[in-house]
């Protein structure tokens, strides 16, 4: 057996799990977990990243001598260093509001069109592209010299050595999916400069050793090797996909659903830009086809609005509210900045004619089915633009823990719902981890280990498809 450390970086909080793998076992434990806090200045929303890494230490203390560290978050983002390799301020959170109205004027130069079909990224107004043309005239990005992304700043923090990690760097609009390296006319069109950023990195490549001072305030004896992971959590939970030769597609549920299927070549037609899919790169030379849905976080703001009621007996109360009464668009960017979620979804019932919900659990189920059919759309589509189709949808990551949403999406998508691991992300850290020791072969046999070792529930469509469609009309017309 050899032990791992899976830093595991969400939108809401970061956890630090050890992995203990051996020939034919896997078992997770949680070392420590933290909340991970944006705080709105003057400036506008920010990461508290030096928050993130206080956490990331105390819980490499937890976690206790490992073999190896991985770290994996949330996309998009970064952290600029100047000359002497000091961060230049908090990270911009991507919800901040500096974007809006900055794709129009990147489209300007490189007409969408374009910039899907060299890039494969679906179009979000927080990708990293749009981000750094926001912030071309500020000060910080004058005197940057190192752009990281997140988990790419904190193995620099661990280790003292810069790399940027393949599969976080897809997410940046600024990659060619076909080549797996950089697109170079994309961001000399767009005035955008490569050389902020640091040599690419593959899953599965060195990143390093903990610095002396880092063993020092963790109780750690080194030496301890940090190990590129699939360091987008989507791109660790997908490669956690518990499927053994299925034709499968996967919904990693969170803060954000992202749904759709792994291929072998990206899709970029127009019909692909059109229907709003992105090409993303995971491991072992997969593209990770999938549209970005709200998720959780609807759910999660609306709690927040509440005062924080219990989610258990609020799930309950939602599973006797009727069905599909009213539903929402959940991948609608109106509902991306925080707060006033509550009355946002009223008022998007009330625009489009249907029921208003009022009760916690009126909303509560608005927010469910709305997810479900989110899920149903996302993943027809997906099977229609990618010639793929496909048995069974798993579904992974914190969602898992929500029975309501796992039997909505299997009525939804009329397929069967294998639902599990939750902590997706922090497996797919530890099992290329454990590749680099010879403990695991390939993509597919870590996830025939996965379907030995982690609880799966399974869940049967049920009920009548046509209300699901009639659902979809409303919100499309059709």
């Known amino acids: 057996m050899r032990s791992y450390a899976a830093v595991d970086l969400g939108a809401s909080s970061g956890r630090v799990m050890v992995g203990r793998v051996g020939p034919d076992s896997l078992e997770l434990t949680e070392a420590h977990r933290f909340p991970n806090r944006p705080v709105r200045t003057s400036e506008g929303l920010r990461w508290d990243v030096l928050g993130l890494y206080a956490g990331v230490l105390d819980g490499l203390r937890a976690a206790g001598q490992v073999d190896s560290v991985g770290i994996d978050s949330w996309a998009v983002d970064y952290g600029l260093l100047d000359a002497d390799g000091a961060l230049l301020g908090n990270p911009v959170h991507y919800r901040d509001s500096r974007t809006e109205g900055v794709a129009e004027k990147v489209w300007a130069t490189v007409p969408a069109e374009e910039l899907y079909a060299e ?16 912030a071309r005239h500020s000060a910080q990005l004058a005197y940057a010299e190192r752009l990281l992304l997140i988990p790419d700043l904190l193995t620099y923090w661990l280790t ?37 950023f640091a040599p690419l990195r593959r899953p599965g490549d060195p990143a390093g050793l903990l610095r002396a001072g880092v063993l020092e305030e963790t109780g750690l004896t080194g030496p301890v090797p940090v190990t590129a992971v699939g360091s987008h959590d989507t791109a660790s939970a997908v490669a956690a996909v518990p499927a053994d030769g299925e034709r499968f597609a996967y919904i990693c549920t969170g803060t954000w659903s992202l749904a759709g299927l792994e291929l072998d070549a990206p899709v970029l ?13 995971g491991l072992d ?44 668009d959940a991948g609608d960017a109106a509902f991306l900045a925080p707060g006033r979620m509550p009355e946002r979804i009223a008022e998007a019932c009330r625009a489009s004619g249907q029921p208003v919900p009022v009760s916690p659990a009126e909303v509560t189920r608005c927010i469910l089915d709305s997810l479900a059919l989110a899920h149903r759309r996302a993943i027809d589509e997906a099977q229609r633009l990618a010639d793929g189709p496909v048995d069974v949808v798993h579904v992974v990551g914190g969602g ?45 046999d870590g996830r025939r280990l996965l379907t030995r070792t982690q609880p799966l529930t399974r869940y049967e469509p049920r009920g009548d498809a046509a209300r699901w469609r009639e659902a979809e009309a409303r919100l499309t017309g059709g």
Do not use: K
């Open 400 to 444: 898992t823990r929500n029975a309501l949403l796992c039997q909505l999406t299997a009525d939804a998508c009329g397929l069967p719902v294998v639902a599990g691991p939750a902590e997706a992300a922090a497996l797919g850290n530890v099992l290329v981890q454990a590749r680099t020791h010879g403990l695991v072969g390939d993509l597919g």
């Open 119 to 134: 890039t494969g990224l679906q179009y979000a107004p927080f990708n990293t592209l749009y981000q750094l043309t926001a």
């Open 269 to 281: 037609t127009e019909e692909s830009r059109a229907a709003n899919f992105t090409n993303e790169l």
């Open 285 to 328: 030379g997969t593209v990770r086809y999938l549209r970005n849905i709200m998720g959780l976080w609807l759910l999660q703001e609306c709690v927040r609005a509440w005062g924080g009621p219990e989610l258990g007996p609020l799930l309950l109360e939602a599973g006797q509210v009727p069905a599909l009464r009213s539903v929402v």
């Open 160 to 196: 003292g050595e810069q790399g940027t990690e393949l599969t976080n760097a897809s997410t940046t609009q600024l990659v060619d999916p076909r080549t797996r390296d950089w697109s170079y006319d994309i961001a000399s069109r767009l005035g955008i400069d490569l050389g902020l």
